[in-house]
């Protein structure tokens, strides 16, 4: 390891960030958080209140192409975004069932492709702003709460369901096929795709993360040292100079855990958190080091890298 790399090493220490947060509220408030952070230079010392009425949001996205357009997927299927932090927000749900939850957003750098995961497959859409779905080959009746785009230039897209493992497509949606080494009836809470595009980490209810090296076609196992049947919901990576991976974090229903060794290996890293879930991570998209944690009581920062 380069001096460099060394570094960003030292012991970890989560900080109170807010603690006006139930369950959902720690779904959601690091998301939230990171979205503040990269629309505005110092985030704001307490949370404020949007003025609209937008439902309860089980989903949220950082436009990646403007870096300031907030999306939100609620659970009375609506898709709305919002310029002003959070403060009003523009409906975009024409062409979704009012019945499905939006549990998953996903949206190219060009904005060319804006999927949706819901508790009924997967919605695409189109340059009319349109909504339909793209669930060829999905399991009926499953819902999407994961999705990731992955491979050379985002040509394969994934698909975590909650009871049968991650599928793919190559055709932008029009079919879908699983992909293998996932346990029986895998339910997926989340894709990451890390910088070289090829590998994906996969956060799986009561059986911790998963693993693909080929753009998500084959999974295996990670977790050495994290309790078995552990439900994993997110996992964040830490980044040198020259950014390459150093560091892996992983939430979990048994707290906040960190690898060096590309998860085959993790230790716990909950130095300043309560005995709690942790059930989201963010990242300042300027400064990897500094970390988000939603949990069950509140939002916890980390400015060394949890490393």
Known sequence: MSEAEA???PPT???????QATTYGGLILGLLLVGIIA???TPPPTWGKPSGQIGHPLALLIDPGDGQTLYAGTEAGKILSSTDTGQSWVDHSAGLPATLAVSALLRSTDGTRFLAGTSAGVFAQDAKKQWSAISTGLPQGDGVDALAFAGTNGAVTLAGTERHGIYRTLDAGKTWTAA???PDSADVYNLLTLPDHQTILASLIGAGVYRSTDAGLTWAALGQGIPAKTDAFAVAPITNAKGAVVVLLAGTNVGMWR?????ATWTAAN??????????????PRQSQRVLAGTDVGVFV?????S
């Open 39 to 41: 629309i505005a230079t």
């Open 259 to 263: 690898s060096t060794d590309g998860g």
């Open 271 to 284: 130095t300043g958190l309560p005995k709690t879930r942790v059930i989201s991570l963010g990242q300042d």
């Open 13 to 19: 220490t989560w900080f109170e960030r807010n603690r």
């Open 302 to 306: 980390t400015t060394d890298n949890s």
């Open 7 to 9: 570094t960003i090493l």
């Open 180 to 182: 293998t080494g996932l």
